[in-house]
């Protein structure tokens, strides 16, 4: 069974078609990569994955691990095993960084009727996995994400990927914002991440992404369908010629 | 001549709430004489109402109707039931003051304890000597009804340089239904002492009752003083608190107070800062569900120059739940070089909801920095969205928005176990909700 099915998946936003009857399957532990113009889609994809409030699927379906996941609520796809590291992760004043990170932890696991995390067990984690992505212990006091650079934000959301251990990664235009140093500490979180179990979604804009992340497959997104798929190749070869033949194929 | 004689909403005589409670309060003949002026004021005021600026939003003559006659004495039943309800709220390491139904209980107080370092008697002892207690320059009806009324409290003198060794709490107990209790307390604290004073307002089972509390508190200078207010009164009951305060020279007063309770409530604090160089934090939360309203009314005086004020307030409705903050900060002519602000928010987590925000300023000086900022609105989505991506539930992911909103006046709270004390509170609020 694929871990993910998007079949023929059509989507509104405010009366207007933004997906025209996607179809796209990754399986345990594969990388995919999904890039395309803007406009294309990618971004309404994800957060339909995610389930983000503000999106009409008309038509299609969505299986996880062969579940209809547009039935379940956001925090259900959560514990289920779906995460998506946002393109602009927000900041929430107030709300320290570690007391999110526990009582979404614990949310998840209390989901799956797992034991909840006691706070030393917990502290422990936390300490080991932001020693391994190279996150200083200052920032997991401040508020989440509130004045942190672009590169830190997008650690912080790796930081959550290595803590919740999900079956798929939603990465949306993860470069977006970040100088090359920032890319490639964020990117070598998310290497160290992939599993014969768990599968990559990575969405962008750009080839370069894709040298630190490689991909098995290649989805060219345009107009709201997937247009093409192809290996690793397929990028490159996006890279020399863009994006302009794939307009009218769409 | 024909007087007419005034009537409650509900057909009694007004007059009857004094007549009937005459005998039972205390005080000398000029204490009485006093009262019965008061009493006066307040037949000819009757209870506020929209038309009265001060009151616009709060009209008790439309939420609370009529003031209920005087609450008995608390009976050996009801004490009993007061001294297990005292040992649930009271805070560690505070040295308790109790009222139960209006009146001083001694038994469940720790007299002996503070008495070691405070000059401590109650209302009751002091108006055989002292009719100035009951005399206030406020023209306000509900405060002259408190001063005709008023059957107990605490009279409280801290001595110049004392440095208190533990908080003192005077904890207001309600057990007795359908009634009204009054009480009026004097705090003076002396030059250079420290001090953290704490009110608590509880029920004990009691319904539908009203309390009319008075506080009037002066600070002399170099002082450092924290008072906090935690008002959880009864879903059905009214409780309606006023605050003198006056603050000396070079004196530090952080005030708090935290609102989770009555049907109506209102705190109108009236706050002078009467010597140069002190610096007032007073902050709030109030936390209404259901069909509460809840009111804070305060009143800050920078009558002479170089102080600060800084106010931070919160509040978070949910329902048909209606908040209401009036501040206004006053800057006299001379008070040249103050620095006040102002700061209130009110989260509504529902579309029924209402929060009215009304911040003045009255500037008559011109070398003063002053501003005050107001806001109500609803919670992020984007934030909602983020918190529910990782796993958190709904009223969870509010939860933690809300603790977020809150805290930031909840985080003014100096003293650290007081403030985690109050953290507590708010807790305990939204785990009611979910």
Known sequence: ?250 | MNVAVAKTGKGRAVSDLFTSAEGRLPGSPSVIAVRREAFETYERLGLPHRRIEEWKYTDLRALVGEVLPLSAAPDAAALKRAADAVKVHAIAGARKLVLVDGVFASDLSDVKALASEVGFGTLREALEKDADLLKTASTDAVIALNAAMATDGVVLSIADGTQLSAPIQIIHLATAASASAFTRSRVMVGKGARATIIESFVAVGAKAYQVNDAVVLSIGDNADVAHIRLMDDAPDAVNISSHFVTVGANTKLNFFNMTTGAAVSRLQGFITLAGEGSELSANGVNLLQKTEHGDTTLVVDHAVPNCVSREVFRAVLDDRAHSVFQGRIIVRPDAQKTDGKMMIRALLLSDEAEADNKPELEIFADDVSCGHGATAGALDDSLLFYLKARGLPEKQAQALLIQAFVGEAIEQIADDGLREHVIGIAERWLERRQ
């Open chain 1, 1 to 250: 069974m694929a871990l993910l099915e998007v079949k023929d998946l059509k989507v509104r936003v405010e009366e207007r078609e933004i997906l025209h009857g996607l179809n796209l399957t990754v399986n345990e532990g594969e990388i995919h990569a999904i890039m395309g113009p803007n406009g294309s889609g990618k971004s309404t994809l994800s957060h339909v994955i995610a389930g983000k409030p503000g999106y009409e699927v008309t038509d299609g379906q969505i299986l996880f691990k062969g579940e209809d996941l547009l039935e379940m609520a956001p925090e259900e796809r959560a514990a289920k095993g779906v995460f998506l590291a946002f393109q602009y992760p927000v900041e929430i004043p107030g709300v320290a960084t570690m007391t999110f990170l526990r009582t979404a932890l614990n949310a998840q696991r209390k989901a799956r009727g797992e034991s909840e995390y006691s706070t030393p067990d917990f502290l422990k984690k936390v300490r080991e996995v932001s020693k391994s992505l190279n996150i200083p212990q200052d920032m997991l006091k401040r508020g989440v994400n509130v004045g942190f650079s672009g590169g830190e934000k997008k650690r912080n959301e790796v930081l959550q990927m290595a803590l919740f251990e999900p079956s798929l990664c939603i990465l949306d235009e993860m470069d977006s914002g970040l100088d090359i140093d920032a890319l490639r500490i964020a990117a070598d979180g998310v290497n160290a991440l992939h599993s014969p179990k768990r599968a990559m979604v990575v969405i962008t804009h750009y080839q370069r992404l894709l040298n630190y992340i490689v991909p098995d497959i290649v989805h060219v997104m345009s107009k709201g369908r997937v247009v093409k798929s192809g290996g690793k190749e397929l990028a490159l070869e996006l890279e020399a010629s863009g994006y302009a033949q794939f307009e009218d194929a769409a």
